[in-house]
């Protein structure tokens, strides 16, 4: 479920199923990219309810997808509905970001972390890999050493590491005030300087399409004998 509140010069978009981590079923997808879509305010806050940011693909969904590749393109477009919006987005991450809720932290122009934040791409782990365009955006933003070694040990970085790396450009109490401060500047000049410093390149991205529809079909099949172990490596 997908929560959206304005406030003046904010909007704030919440992944709302904190029982699941705020893990995102296909549905939850569509309603994320109309939040942002819909959007008219200069700045947006993309947030977790709960303990946690976004934990990514909801793996029970994975698990009963038809169409995998179809799953993949509309992360994606999710993803570059945030990159290319005329808002700025904030990441307010608060809590675990795990796989596709890095991705989408990835593709908001400013990622802010609380002290709780830990963040990971736990893929490689289940047989997955990010296929919302996280393979072209991390090496952007942290560079291909780092990207490289997130990706291929599936392990999880504190904030401290984050902010070290670039993955997150810095640790605060409250990510709301950031998005706030924001929103005090002059609005034109947020739209323009968010669409000069954008790269819109994406031609990486129809490969991880691609590549994630056979991956998918595997995890599906071993999903169904290692649910608990799944679940485990999740958490993590």
Do not use: H
């Given at each position: 479920m997908i929560q959206t509140a304005?406030?003046?010069?904010?909007?704030?978009?919440?992944?709302?199923?904190?029982?699941?981590?705020?893990?995102?079923?296909?549905?939850?997808?569509?309603?994320?990219?109309?939040?942002?879509?819909?959007?008219?305010?200069?700045?947006?806050?993309?947030?977790?309810?709960?303990?946690?940011?976004?934990?990514?693909?909801?793996?029970?969904?994975?698990?009963?997808?038809?169409?995998?590749?179809?799953?993949?393109?509309?992360?994606?477009?999710?993803?570059?509905?945030?990159?290319?919006?005329?808002?700025?987005?904030?990441?307010?991450?608060?809590?675990?970001?795990?796989?596709?809720?890095?991705?989408?932290?990835?593709?908001c122009d400013v990622r802010v972390a609380t002290p709780r934040a830990t963040l990971g791409e736990p893929g490689v782990r289940l047989g997955l890999f990010g296929a919302w365009g996280g393979t072209v955006r991390l090496p952007r933003i942290v560079g291909e050493g780092h990207a490289l070694d997130l990706s291929l040990s599936g392990r999880v970085v504190d904030a401290e590491e984050a902010l070290q790396m670039g993955l997150v450009s810095r640790i605060v109490d409250d990510p709301r005030a950031v998005a706030e401060s924001i929103a005090d500047n002059d609005h034109q000049s947020l739209r323009i300087i968010k669409a000069r410093l954008r790269d819109r390149g994406r031609d990486a991205a129809q490969l991880d399409a691609d590549r994630f529809d056979a991956e998918a079909e595997a995890f599906a099949t071993l999903h169904e004998a290692n649910v608990d172990d799944i679940a485990a490596s999740r958490d993590n």
């Open positions: 304005d406030d003046g010069d904010l909007r704030v978009v919440t992944i709302d199923r904190p029982g699941q981590r705020n893990a995102l079923r296909p549905t939850d997808l569509e309603d994320l990219k109309a939040a942002i879509e819909g959007a008219d305010t200069p700045v947006v806050l993309l947030r977790g309810a709960g303990p946690a940011f976004c934990a990514g693909a909801d793996l029970d969904s994975v698990a009963d997808l038809d169409d995998p590749e179809a799953f993949a393109k509309l992360g994606q477009r999710v993803a570059d509905t945030i990159e290319g919006s005329e808002s700025v987005v904030v990441a307010a991450i608060d809590g675990a970001a795990r796989g596709g809720g890095v991705e989408l932290a990835l593709a």
